[in-house]
């Protein structure tokens, strides 16, 4: 619930409705990745050569234990996919 007065919840709001009549949400799956984009198991490879060898299997069954686990290690991954 947005609070009285609170003009920028209002200008997100209605900037988030403006978005969604500009790009319909079918054509969010229609996203390819870059050709140049780099494969993300490959930089959690090269992570696991400076990492302790005893410790990798724990980090990577934490990272598996469900989706939003995987971010448990991202961050890496995140970086090399958005940087320029």
């Given at each position: 619930m947005l609070a009285d007065g609170d003009d920028r919840a209002i200008h997100a709001s209605s900037?988030?409705?403006?978005?969604?009549?500009?790009?319909r949400r079918r054509d969010?799956?229609?996203?390819?990745?870059?050709?140049?984009?780099?494969?993300?198991?490959?930089?959690?490879?090269?992570?696991?050569?400076?990492r302790i060898p005893g410790l990798v299997p724990i980090r990577h069954g934490r990272m598996t234990a469900d989706p939003f686990a995987s971010y448990?290690?991202?961050?890496?991954?995140m970086a090399h996919t958005t940087s320029p």
């Open positions: 900037a988030g409705r403006a978005a969604r009549q500009s790009v969010h799956a229609e996203w390819d990745a870059p050709s140049q984009r780099g494969d993300p198991v490959a930089v959690l490879r090269e992570q696991d050569a400076t448990r290690g991202a961050g890496a991954i």
